[in-house]
């Protein structure tokens, strides 16, 4: 799928096909995509653990649920439960060094070896790393940024995906996660039983409500003719939700014996 098309068309899909099991390899595509993303310091924040819905017990999975995720948890055949390692920034100083040596960090740009070791390391990550709020902040967005492309990865496998809250406390003895792990979210991965474009794209707040030009208050002006042009690259989509969408609803939700 082109990259355009690809964004617009993710969202966030809450009914799967229980008996269509997910092949490994998607899985493991979904994986290399989030190892790929930036990250500061070439340090692996974000961490996960795959899980196959039907090898937990009944009990374990409903203990893994809260009150906004029922449903899609029993539908979904594939779990990552995806943290942030709060250790990552420590392995920052070798890290680093292998971005130098790698010609990533360049001398025209400062770096070097004694660099790293004199001033970022110093100045920079041993500051942070001693900031619990900032530690945090930082692993939290880094792991996020492997998250976004994780989830991508998915939508371009042919995959229905989801970000959903779990139960962290009856995770961690599930799971067996280690203390310096922040959890985030489970990732559901499956394929969907409702339209892939979930009837249609989520409404969003107006564009020059969210970005500025130069500074706070002065709205990036929002160009209609790159509007029509993303539209025709499918990155901009119909607007949820599609006059059938009650409908299919109503009749997904027979299907699997939920509420409607």
Not at 101 to 123: K, R, T
Not at 157 to 176: D, H, R, V, Y
Not at 179 to 193: M, T
Not at 215 to 234: H, I, Q
Request: charged share 25%; aromatic share 8%; with cysteine.
């Amino acid at each position: 799928m082109e990259f355009k098309q690809l964004v617009g068309s993710r969202r966030s899909i809450r009914y799967y096909q229980p008996w269509h099991p997910v092949e490994r390899e998607k899985v493991q595509t979904v994986l290399e995509a989030a190892r790929l993303s930036s990250r500061a310091v070439n340090a692996d924040f974000a961490k996960a653990i795959v899980v196959d819905r039907d090898s937990l017990s009944d009990e374990d999975r409903d203990s893994l649920k809260t009150p906004t995720t029922q449903a899609q948890l029993d539908l979904a055949p594939v779990w990552i439960f995806w943290y942030a390692d709060l250790d990552a920034p420590k392995v920052g100083e070798s890290s680093l060094k292998l971005l130098v040596d790698a010609g990533a960090l360049n001398p025209s740009h400062g770096w070097s070896h004694a660099y790293v070791d004199e001033v970022v390391w110093p100045q920079v990550l041993t500051p942070i790393i001693n900031n619990p709020g900032v530690l945090a902040v930082v692993v939290c967005v880094e792991a996020g940024l492997a998250i976004c492309q994780s989830l991508l990865a998915a939508v371009d496998e042919g995959l229905g995906t989801q970000l959903t809250a779990f139960n962290s406390e009856a995770a961690k003895p599930i799971l067996q996660v280690p203390d310096h792990w922040l959890p985030l979210w489970i990732q559901l991965l499956g394929y969907p039983a409702e339209s892939p474009d979930g009837g249609g794209q989520r409404p969003r707040g107006p564009f020059e409500e969210m970005f500025f030009e130069g500074r706070y208050g002065t709205p990036f002006r929002r160009d209609p003719a790159v509007v029509e042009e993303l539209k025709a690259a499918r990155m901009i989509q119909e607007a949820a939700p599609h006059p059938w969408r009650q409908a299919e609803i109503r009749g997904i939700s027979r299907m699997f014996g939920l509420p409607e």
